[in-house]
């Protein structure tokens, strides 16, 4: 028995559908979808940076800057070691989650903190862009996370944005959540 076969509601319909079933994508509209998600936080990793550099939150002691690229670098080493291999995709997913989310937390309570993740926010979604595209199992979770949560927010914290530019950014987190979700049967399937 397939496990979409007993994942049937009281009205019968599966959560699952078959590729043949009415409501699946096919493999190009899949792949078209991953393809612009995984761009679209690529894109937006290089805003981020382009927009730290611009606005000057890049500034603050020496070594906050490179400590993003430190904490980066450790994370992918961490990705590295979990990808392709038996282990479960969660631990390196939560590590980059809660990372961004100890800097968010940190930017709120320091200047410092708002230095770190000006440069650590692009960085992780670059990162996360390029995951999507090679199919990584750990990228999906954090995309989803960054679209839905880290994005918005960082998005609100940067007040000298015109008004036009936060809505164009939520419009795009929007159809990034919903790209994702469109995905999510097909990204998570064997190779």
């Known amino acids: 028995m397939k496990l979409s076969a007993g994942i049937r509601g009281p009205t019968g319909l599966n959560a699952y559908?078959?590729?043949?079933?009415?409501?699946?994508?096919?493999?190009?509209?899949?792949?078209?979808?991953?393809?612009?998600?995984?761009?679209?936080?690529?894109?937006?990793?290089l805003v981020l940076l382009a927009g730290a550099i611009q606005f000057g939150t890049l500034g603050g002691p020496i070594w906050v800057i490179p400590l993003a690229?430190?904490?980066?670098a450790v994370l992918a080493i961490l990705t590295a070691a979990a990808e392709g291999g038996p282990r479960s995709p969660i631990l390196p997913a939560s590590a980059w989650?809660?990372?961004?989310?100890?800097?968010?937390?940190?930017?709120?309570?320091?200047?410092?903190?708002?230095?770190?993740?000006?440069?650590?926010?692009?960085?992780?979604?670059?990162?996360?862009?390029?995951?999507?595209l090679r199919r990584q199992l750990w990228a999906w979770p954090v995309a989803l996370a960054s679209v839905v949560g880290f994005?918005?927010?960082?998005?609100?914290?940067?007040?000298?944005?015109?008004?036009?530019?936060?809505?164009?950014?939520?419009?795009?987190?929007?159809?990034?959540a919903v790209a994702l979700l469109a995905i999510h049967r097909s990204y998570f399937e064997p190779r």
């Open 17 to 45: 559908p078959h590729p043949w079933d009415e409501g699946a994508m096919g493999r190009a509209a899949d792949r078209a979808l991953r393809w612009f998600v995984g761009l679209s936080l690529l894109a937006g990793g």
């Open 151 to 176: 994005g918005p927010i960082v998005l609100v914290l940067a007040s000298q944005l015109p008004t036009a530019a936060v809505v164009a950014g939520f419009v795009l987190f929007l159809v990034d």
């Open 69 to 72: 690229g430190v904490v980066a």
């Open 97 to 132: 989650i809660v990372s961004v989310l100890l800097g968010i937390l940190w930017a709120r309570l320091d200047s410092a903190g708002h230095a770190f993740l000006s440069g650590y926010a692009a960085i992780v979604a670059f990162g996360t862009g390029i995951g999507i």
